[in-house]
């Protein structure tokens, strides 16, 4: 089985400044690595993707996370955030080569982006 | 637009009166599921459905049911509600794979059973 651990369960943070978002996972087969976000009151979108290749992913509106394999890890960041990045985030993970898509999720961590 | 679409957004209902969420995606996606999302768990599995007829228990069934009669609708079926499956649910689909590709979700369903 898999597992997901967001460190942190609320991430308060200035407006332009940096933002680090940890996620570890748990996992006895490879797995693909995913962020999603959810603004208020809406659905999940997805921020990024980790599937094979270069460590380092770059995702929608300014995020990039690292896939580190020894340390099981999967940090989300972004360099300077915006009022409008107020939201909770999601880690997630699917094994590979598994039929459909099922996904196992982190607890959530919840930004909140002060002026 | 390529969406997902649950209704209602948001349900009250009492103990025990069956109740339906329907969910329909318009993106021809073979792979739909139905999660539940409680304060500090993440989003957590309730069933899932592989394609028309093919459906199986997530990680936390108990309580629910599902039907995939057609391709695009995959409605949550709660027999007899109970307080504890107060929460909120979201519908989410995606191209079959095998785990490589994005889930398109719904709004949510605000659940509250009294």
């Known amino acids: 089985a898999q597992s997901v651990t967001q460190l942190d369960s609320q991430v308060p943070v200035f407006e332009e400044a940096p933002v680090e978002l940890r996620c570890n996972y748990s996992s006895s087969v490879s797995v693909y690595l995913f962020w999603y976000v959810q603004y208020p009151n809406q659905g999940l979108q997805l921020l990024l993707k980790?599937?094979?290749?270069?460590?380092l992913v770059k995702g929608i509106n300014g995020f990039e996370a690292e896939f580190n394999k020894s340390q099981t890890s999967f940090h989300l960041r972004k360099p300077s955030v915006h009022i409008s990045d107020t939201a909770e985030y999601f880690c997630a993970v699917s094994v590979v080569g598994a039929a459909g898509n099922k996904l196992t999720f982190g607890g959530g961590t919840r930004v909140l982006v002060k002026p | 637009e390529a969406q997902v679409t649950q209704n209602p957004r948001y349900l009250i209902t009492v103990t025990g009166k069956k109740l339906t969420v329907t969910c329909s995606q318009n993106?021809?996606?073979?792979?739909m599921s139905w999660y539940r999302q409680d304060p500090g768990l993440g989003l957590r599995q309730i069933y899932y459905s592989m394609n028309v007829e093919v459906t199986d228990k997530g990680d936390v069934p108990e309580g629910y049911k599902v039907s995939r009669k057609e391709k695009r609708n995959f409605p949550l079926i709660l027999e007899s509600p109970s307080p504890n499956q107060t929460s909120l649910y979201f519908c989410?689909?995606?191209?079959?794979?095998?785990?490589?590709?994005?889930?398109?979700f719904g709004q949510g369903t605000r659940l509250t059973v009294v």
């Open positions: 989410a689909s995606s191209p079959g794979g095998t785990g490589n590709t994005e889930a398109f």
């Open positions: 993106m021809n996606h073979e792979y």
């Open positions: 980790y599937l094979s290749g270069s460590t």
